[in-house]
């Protein structure tokens, strides 16, 4: 008999009903399921490779582990650090840094940046000179050489690459006592830039340079580190790895994954996905409504062919649910030609870069199987109760005159 309830329905879907309103507003009820849940998939589809864009942005910032001190800036017992590092089999690279605000003056113009000292050895666990569009990464033979964030050398208007026109880097001295000169107030130091890379939000004002230079200016001893940086053979197991460390070490240290260097960004992340999944989720709760007046005016329809049904002997239960199943196949339409909307949607974007965030940028566009199943089922759970709800027709409605 529920076979029958089924068959019933989709008659009604498909067939032709007794007037062209009806037929309209059952497909109108369709077509705007299909719309609500494209837009909630391209939306979304969008925003992961906005969060993959992120994340490839930070990528040069911070490492799979950032190992600190808690006990001032620099990290005491370095050379043991370093050989248990090097024993342990989870860990592809490291690298120490050391990074400090500081004066940049270059021809009358002056402004703050952060000077990061790294070793030879950083390119492998945040491999910065690949983002580097003009000029070229330090070879590291001279300790004066540096790559500087975009924004940064437009506005102080410094050359690169170049033998005569040099650029001074200011370093405050920490202590006490008389001033008398001014070497006693800062260090400083000529560098030479050589190569420029992108500034975003996490790189603005950077300037990465060898790690000796920022040793002399900070009048530091060889082989000082405020932190060490860690790149593992497998991220997916930064928990882990940092659990094992910290038991190694011991000490004034504290070990950080990506996740946990970056945990306001990702909270501003998650923050804005869940307001994207609310408001859609809004939307598509608002177009169920569409399929509410589409089973009414089914109702309405169909009403002679109801009591017709009733006196054969077809439970009431049955023609109710002959109505639910109506409103099931609809929504079940909507969302697979909505899916196949957004996916074709997205694939376009990808191919032709159409749209775009800013004039060189276009809008990122990830297809992930989780967004599938994510506004499927928002879809169905909505369209679901509206049928379930406005199927419940009384025998009283149907058998008076």
Known sequence: ???????????????????????????????????????????????????????????????????????????????????????????????????????????????????????????????????????????????????????????????????????????????????????????????????????????????????????????????????????LKNPQNADSVKQDLLKKIGGNIEIKTKEEENAAFWKMINTEKLFIYLIFALVIFITTFNLAGAIIILQLDKKEQAKSLISLGFPLSHLRMTYFYTGILIVVTGIVTGLLLGTALCYFQIYTELFKAVEDLPFPVKIVTKNYFTVASIAAVFGILISWFFSKISKNYITKN
């Not at 120490?96 to 790294?118: M, P, Q, T």
């Not at 050359?159 to 202590?175: I, L, Q, R, W, Y």
């Not at 009048?219 to 060490?228: F, H, R, T, V």
């Open 1 to 231: 008999m529920k076979n029958i309830a089924f068959y019933i329905a989709s008659r009604y879907l498909l067939s032709k009903k007794g007037s062209t309103a009806v037929t309209f507003i059952t497909w109108l009820a369709a077509v705007a399921m299909s719309v609500a849940v494209a837009a909630m998939f391209v939306i979304i589809s969008v925003f992961s490779g906005l969060e993959d864009f992120n994340k490839n942005l930070i990528s040069n910032l911070h490492a799979d582990l950032t190992i600190k001190s808690t006990s001032g800036k620099t990290i005491q017992n370095f050379s043991k650090i370093n050989e248990i590092l090097k024993k342990e089999k989870e860990i592809a690279d490291f690298s120490r840094l050391i990074e400090e605000k500081a004066y940049v003056s270059f021809n009358g113009k002056g402004d703050i940046a952060y000077l990061r000292g790294v070793d030879t050895n950083y390119t492998k666990v945040n491999p910065v000179n690949k983002n580097i569009f003009y000029g070229k990464y330090p070879s590291f033979e001279y300790t004066n050489e540096v790559i500087m964030e975009h924004n940064l050398q437009n506005r102080l208007g410094i050359a690169v690459d170049s033998e005569t026109d040099f650029t001074t880097v200011f370093m405050p001295k920490s202590g006490t006592g008389i001033i008398n000169k001014e070497e006693d107030i800062y260090n400083k130091r000529e560098i030479i830039v050589t190569g420029i890379f992108p500034g975003n939000e996490q790189l603005n004002s950077y300037i990465i340079a060898p790690v000796e230079l920022t040793e002399e200016l900070l009048d530091l001893p060889k082989n000082s580190a405020y932190q060490i940086v860690i790149k």
